[in-house]
């Protein structure tokens, strides 16, 4: 089109008025069938110009954005682009590339529908290149949801396989009360049939009532093994976003610290700079740091008895430390105490279902925070040693993002194609 426009542009003066009515008709023409397919794209397309002001805008980037006003509105086109996006992230990127002259980078966004579902959009930013020269900035908004609906799904089948142990664990569990009720039963039993073919009375009502008390004892225990296993192997229903997680961190941290403060127990944080926003559920990242921190405040006191409130912070020497680090494309947080630590029988099984070295434990507090990071496509691991402490480290991917594009440079020598 651009050719054949160039070469009717030098013989114009030669056309005439039929010629030039008909020229004009197949250039209308095909002005139409290029807006039908730039608005019939699925992808969303903005064009922005060199001070990143409105030129187009197709339906679906429409769709994807939030905007605060109307693209067509006439005020919008005397604002640049971030300015009439309702959404600060995706904002603060557009401005970012604009401010540090950015092109060929992209990254990844979570928004929430008007129905309250979950919606990942890739934006990329692109250079508009013109006869060799940058005019402007093309801005592409894909809609990744089901790309990363089937990863999620893909990893749940893979965390299903170990139910089959997990299965065989608690039907091991239910053999011994199901036992215990029969023996009960039988005794029960037996007693009443002598009873009966004797004097005809029946046992003492003491008799009866310790049975039927071991009995019930019984029916609560595999009534919270069930309940228990329930929990174990229900599926995680994520809702994963893209969140900064040290600021999550931050929040968690002032949730349990005044617990720790009462001890006298120190925490301390070391977050790293530009935390990369990470795929989590805030719910479910919460309750895992939660529970690791009960069972810092557990060792640390089992460890330091004398951490009490009549104690000062200086003469207590309990310690969490929480540390994150950006490691190998990895966003790692450390979770560490000095507590009581654990012996290496014991670490071995830390992450397994109803293990627990608790008199009250349910053995399932690590069991679910080892399912959600497994959810989260990460990591945790664990090292620790008897009366000198333990460390938790949790390895969570951070999203592909700055991508690489294709490079165009123009005979000028302008590099149009670098990110910065």
Known sequence: MQTFSKRVSQKIDKLSPAQIQALVKDLTEGSELFSSIFQSLSVGLIIVDKDWLLVEINKAAE????????PDDLR???????????????????ENCCTNDKTNVSDE?????SGGSIRFVDISVMP???NQELVGSIVTIDDVTEKRNQEILL?????????????????HEIKNPLGAISIHIQLMQKAIRKKRQGDGLLPDPKFAENYLEIVNQEIDRLNKIVVNFLMAVRPISAQLELVQPNALLEQFVSFFRPEFNEKHIAVVTKFCPDSPRLLLDQKLFREVIVNLAQNALAAITERFPDCSEEKA??????RLTIATEIKDENYILHFADNGSGMSEETVSHIFEPYFTTKANGTGLGLAMAYKIIKEFSGDISVQSEKNAGTEFVITLPIPQKDRRLLTYKGTSGVD?????
């Not at 966004?109 to 529908?113: A, E, F, G, W």
């Not at 089948?157 to 608690?170: C, D, K, Q, S, Y």
């Not at 912070?313 to 309990?318: K, L, N, V």
């Open 109 to 113: 966004y979570t928004l929430t529908t």
């Open 416 to 420: 149009s194609g670098v990110s910065k």
């Open 63 to 70: 769709r994807y954005i939030p905007f605060s006003m109307h």
């Open 76 to 94: 919008a086109e005397e604002k640049k682009i971030w300015e009439i996006i309702d959404d600060r992230d995706i904002a603060a990127f557009l």
């Open 128 to 130: 508009l290149v013109r």
């Open 155 to 171: 990893h749940r089948m893979e965390t299903l396989a170990g139910l089959t142990n997990l299965a065989a664990g608690v039907a």
């Open 313 to 318: 912070f200086s003469s207590c020497s309990g």
